[in-house]
């Protein structure tokens, strides 16, 4: 078998297009400066050759991956819209992502273990934990963490940015108060996390301040498969719910085919249904689904300012971004 020949490098695209090797580091460099007449002489020398950058070089040189790694310990909608938005976003700085995923209840230490080896720049937690020791660990290194829709975690160098869970909580139990509903219910996702402990202490608080009992309650572990049991055990009370917020739209979108479809009652006048999130699915015609929107792009924002921080920037415990409550056909009873 013939050896394969060695690729070109930068000292022959160069040559070829007459500038310096310099300037072909510059080419290829986002944001660097380069007369444009002598970046297009530079790209086309480096079409003919088929010259391609060495990025893991260039990052040993820079003590810079470019990488930012991502572990994700959920395939709910929501975070999947977040992630193709700050993949978008980091492109644009010339950075890329590495993703893993979390399998079942496990921490993201192993694999934030392995992201460490490739020298990424920062990592990014989305609806993954992370063990202590760990998150010091990243800090010694000098490696930027950030938490999605997470509480703020007493480490140095680790940030958390998240929605109003507890405001959007509150503003879903005193619209559903206002449309007349008496009778409510409350799905939760998965019990231990924050967002489900806040989302609940939300609801619960205002229903309580205004002389009303504490929800009826039901567990749907934010996925469809559980919130169809729930849904079931709810609407099977007597007296049954007339309103259920569920901690994520996933939940409420099955609650409204199992109330529509088993239950045979009418979204709205009979039962009023709210979620949380504004997934895309929420506001198609066949759900029309009351819900508390959290800003992605507001969101995303914030995430990659302190992903592309400098090195010397020590990012902020904690940001929130409020949301906006969405009032849509499923909580209207007239």
Same mark, same amino acid.
């Given at each position: 078998? %013939? ?11 160069? =040559? ?105 720049? $920062? ?70 996390? %924050? ?73 709205? =006048? ?39 921080? %400098? ?5 902020? $415990? ?17």
């Amino acid at each position: 078998m %013939s050896k394969r020949p060695p690729p070109p490098s930068a000292h022959d695209v160069a =040559r070829l297009a007459g500038v310096s090797q310099a300037a072909v580091s510059r080419a290829f460099t986002p944001g660097a400066s380069i007369a444009a007449a002598t970046r297009d002489k530079v790209l086309e020398a480096a079409k003919a050759l088929g010259y391609r950058p060495n990025l893991l070089a260039r990052s040993l040189i820079k003590g810079r991956s470019g990488i930012v790694g991502v572990v994700i310990g959920t395939h709910y909608p929501f975070f999947l819209t977040a992630l193709d938005a700050l993949s978008t976003r980091l492109s644009r700085a010339g950075k890329h992502i590495l993703i893993f995923t979390v399998e079942g209840d496990a921490t993201a230490d192993a694999h934030v273990e392995d992201l460490l080896k490739y020298r990424v720049d $920062a990592l990014l937690l989305m609806a993954a934990s992370l063990s202590s020791k760990l998150a010091q660990r990243c800090r010694d290194e000098g490696v930027p963490i950030v938490s999605f829709n997470r509480p703020a975690r007493k480490v140095q160098g680790f940030a958390s940015i998240s929605g109003d869970s507890v405001g959007g909580g509150g503003k879903i139990a005193a619209h559903l108060l206002q449309q007349g509903y008496r009778r409510l219910a409350f799905m939760a996702g998965v019990t231990e996390t %924050s967002t489900n402990r806040e989302r609940e202490a939300g609801f619960t608080d205002h229903l309580i301040i205004q002389g009303l009992p504490a929800p009826v309650r039901e567990v749907g572990h934010f996925r469809r498969e559980g919130a169809i049991e729930a849904a079931r055990s709810l609407l099977s009370r007597r007296p049954r719910p007339d309103a259920i917020f569920c901690a994520n739209d996933d939940m409420a979108l099955a609650t409204i085919e199992v109330a529509r479809y088993e239950f045979g009652l009418e979204i709205g =006048r009979e039962l009023g249904v709210a979620g949380f999130d504004d997934i895309e699915q929420a506001a198609w015609p066949s759900f029309n689904l009351t819900t508390y929107s959290l800003p992605v792009d507001a969101v995303i924002e914030r995430v990659a300012a302190i992903l592309l921080a %400098s090195d010397a920037a020590e990012p902020p $415990a904690f940001s929130m971004v409020e949301g906006e409550l969405k009032v849509r056909r499923s909580t209207q009873r007239d």
